[in-house]
């Protein structure tokens, strides 16, 4: 069946730029999570869903990075006015069951 | 302490080894732990999860010491296709997210 699918898969962008990045969950899985994985770095939790709403966004490194999800499905990360240190790979995970989580292909992201 | 401490690596083993990694966490409410695979370049994906009691899958075995707060992951029989970056994960049940450990990279060489 469909796993959890990401775009785009790579992303360029300016210092300074807006970025968005995609997430589509796997069919009925209910939670959601982000997280990113920097180079030489172990996967870094950034924030998590049940249906539409965000009970831990504990892990988003600023305020430039924000997220929603619409309709329990499809799930947007949105990084603001973007940083070199904000270049890394993000993963998107769902799961129906908390602890069991799939993850997409992640985005590629480089800010120049 | 981090959260989940694993054997930095790199492992380096020919075909037909048998290899070990260790893992230590240190949150000792943590409800469930798994072993996960990723490959260069690719997703993380779950390889297994690690019981109490210790269970195995195929060449895989996998064992949980909750008193010691170890996890381990031992493969026998060493295939090239085994090649990957392993991570140590802990799942803690009341904020939801998992907890990964930074990866040990094995490398299977003919």
């Known amino acids: 069946g469909a796993g959890v699918s990401q775009s785009p898969s790579n992303k360029v962008t300016e210092k300074g730029k807006d970025v968005e990045l995609r997430c589509d969950p796997i069919?009925?899985?209910?939670?959601l999570y982000w997280y990113r994985q920097s180079l030489g770095q172990g996967l870094e939790f950034l924030i998590y869903f049940q249906g539409n709403s965000a009970p831990d966004k504990s892990g988003l490194p600023s305020d430039r990075f924000s997220a929603e999800r619409t309709g329990g499905s499809v799930s947007t990360l949105t990084i603001q006015r973007t940083q070199q240190e904000d270049s890394a790979v993000y993963l998107c995970a769902s799961s129906v069951s908390t602890d069991t989580q799939y993850f997409g292909p992640g985005t590629r992201l480089t800010v120049l | 302490r981090k959260e989940v401490e694993q054997d930095p690596g790199p492992f380096n083993v020919p075909e037909g080894a048998t290899v070990a990694f260790n893992c230590t966490y240190s949150?000792?409410?943590?409800?469930?732990f798994f072993w996960y695979r990723q490959d260069c370049r690719k997703e993380p994906k779950l390889l297994m999860s690690?019981?109490?009691s210790g269970n195995e899958d195929g060449r895989f075995t996998a064992q949980l010491n909750r008193a010691s707060q170890y996890i381990s992951l031992l493969i026998r029989d060493s295939k090239l296709s085994d090649s990957a970056t392993y991570l140590c994960v802990v799942y803690r049940g009341s904020n939801y997210k998992l907890t990964f450990g930074k990866g040990t990279l094995l490398t299977v060489n003919p």
């Open positions: 069919s009925g899985h209910t939670a």
């Open positions: 690690v019981y109490s």
């Open positions: 949150n000792s409410a943590s409800q469930s």
